[in-house]
């Protein structure tokens, strides 16, 4: 037999239909933190709060970084990134999970990120501007590439004591880079590395802050519930005399892709304006008349990684 999962705005599973016949075999309602208010159930399941695993044994729910204990309303081990989620180390969703959720252990968020409250097939990809949360005025200048291709967001939240995480250079402006949340760096030496070091080295970053995961040989697709993301590079001296710089993008559900430039806005358009339907063929020349100042060229492709999304299991 087939089953379809229904999820709420929170994506707490309320329900399982029977493909086959149409009628609802399971139903849940749960407290605010996660516990189990009313069961009917008819067939085994391990997916419940949040979407997430549910251990039969220990009733705790596994969130891939963490595990959370909804008796306690608390996770079992201290936050990965310590006091730059917040001073409560083992606290869930800032104590109001009803309009916060936490889809993957590491960052508490009010929207999926990316995207708001939205399922990503239902994004409208504008003429006049691709529509994201992250263009809101409180997440754009202080969210990057980065941080919106592999689907986190760093804006600070001062009612909430949600503040932004160090950069590499140890300023607390939210703008993240690889490495900066597992405090290992990319360790890029604009002096030595070539443009291929640095894309083995930025992608290294990645996993070690837990945001992404590389891909196999031959491997063209991520797994359910991750989505792939892009890294590109440039070796041409910029701005703040560095002698590389990157860009990451990330890809949707209906196979397009976008991508944020700095503290600029999310959109669906490479250099030339045109819509990207692949990152690796798209004109990433930002430069005018050669020039490169605060307009690279990220002409070098490093590859595609596999970043975790919010959809249900």
């Given at each position: 037999?087939?089953?379809?999962?229904?999820?709420?705005?929170?994506?707490?599973?309320?329900?399982?239909?029977?493909?086959?016949?149409?009628?609802?075999?399971?139903?849940?309602?749960?407290?605010?933190?996660?516990?189990?208010?009313?069961?009917?159930?008819?067939?085994?399941?391990?997916?419940?709060?949040?979407?997430?695993?549910?251990?039969?044994?220990?009733?705790?729910?596994?969130?891939?970084?963490?595990?959370?204990?909804?008796?306690?309303?608390?996770?079992?081990?201290?936050?990965?990134?310590?006091?730059?989620?917040?001073?409560?180390?083992?606290?869930?969703?800032?104590?109001?999970?009803?309009?916060?959720?936490?889809?993957?252990?590491?960052?508490?968020?009010?929207?999926?990120?990316?995207?708001?409250?939205?399922?990503?097939?239902?994004?409208?990809?504008?003429?006049?501007?691709?529509?994201?949360?992250?263009?809101?005025?409180?997440?754009?200048?202080?969210?990057?590439?980065?941080?919106?291709?592999?689907?986190?967001?760093?804006?600070?939240?001062?009612?909430?004591?949600?503040?932004?995480?160090?950069?590499?250079?140890?300023?607390?402006?939210?703008?993240?880079?690889?490495?900066?949340?597992?405090?290992?760096?990319?360790?890029?030496?604009?002096?030595?590395?070539?443009?291929?070091?640095?894309?083995?080295?930025?992608k290294d970053g990645a996993v070690s802050d837990k945001r992404a995961k590389?891909?196999?040989?031959?491997?063209?697709?991520?797994?359910?519930?991750?989505?792939?993301?892009?890294?590109?590079?440039?070796?041409?001296?910029?701005q703040d005399n560095r002698d590389i710089d990157y860009h990451w993008y990330?890809?949707?559900?209906?196979?397009?892709?976008?991508?944020?430039?700095?503290?600029?806005k999310v959109t669906d358009k490479d250099a030339s304006k045109n819509k990207?339907?692949?990152?690796?063929?798209?004109?990433?020349?930002?430069?005018?008349?050669?020039?490169?100042?605060?307009?690279?060229?990220?002409?070098?492709?490093?590859?595609?990684?596999?970043?975790?999304?919010?959809?249900?299991?």
């Amino acid at each position: 037999m087939v089953f379809n999962y229904i999820a709420d705005g929170n994506k707490n599973i309320t329900q399982l239909i029977n493909l086959t016949t149409g009628e609802i075999a399971n139903k849940y309602d749960y407290s605010p933190f996660g516990q189990l208010a009313k069961t009917d159930e008819n067939v085994e399941n391990v997916f419940k709060f949040s979407s997430e695993c549910a251990e039969k044994e220990t009733g705790l729910i596994y969130y891939n970084y963490r595990y959370y204990n909804p008796t306690t309303g608390k996770w079992t081990k201290r936050d990965t990134v310590q006091e730059l989620g917040g001073e409560n180390l083992y606290g869930f969703t800032f104590g109001d999970s009803i309009n916060y959720f936490d889809f993957l252990g590491l960052t508490s968020s009010t929207y999926f990120p990316g995207i708001g409250n939205r399922p990503q097939s239902q994004l409208e990809h504008s003429d006049e501007e691709f529509e994201s949360d992250y263009n809101d005025d409180d997440k754009i200048g202080v969210n990057n590439c980065y941080t919106y291709a592999c689907g986190f967001d760093y804006s600070t939240d001062p009612k909430k004591g949600n503040k932004p995480p160090l950069n590499n250079d140890g300023n607390t402006n939210g703008m993240l880079e690889p490495g900066s949340a597992s405090r290992k760096g990319s360790s890029i030496d604009p002096n030595s590395d070539t443009w291929k070091t640095a894309c083995e080295k930025l992608k290294d970053g990645a996993v070690s802050d837990k945001r992404a995961k590389r891909m196999e040989e031959g491997q063209t697709s991520c797994p359910k519930c991750w989505h792939r993301v892009a890294l590109v590079i440039t070796d041409v001296k910029g701005q703040d005399n560095r002698d590389i710089d990157y860009h990451w993008y990330r890809e949707h559900s209906d196979g397009s892709w976008s991508h944020k430039r700095g503290k600029g806005k999310v959109t669906d358009k490479d250099a030339s304006k045109n819509k990207i339907k692949n990152p690796k063929k798209a004109d990433r020349d930002y430069t005018e008349n050669g020039k490169y100042i605060y307009r690279p060229n990220y002409k070098h492709f490093c590859g595609y990684m596999c970043a975790k999304d919010e959809h249900v299991k």
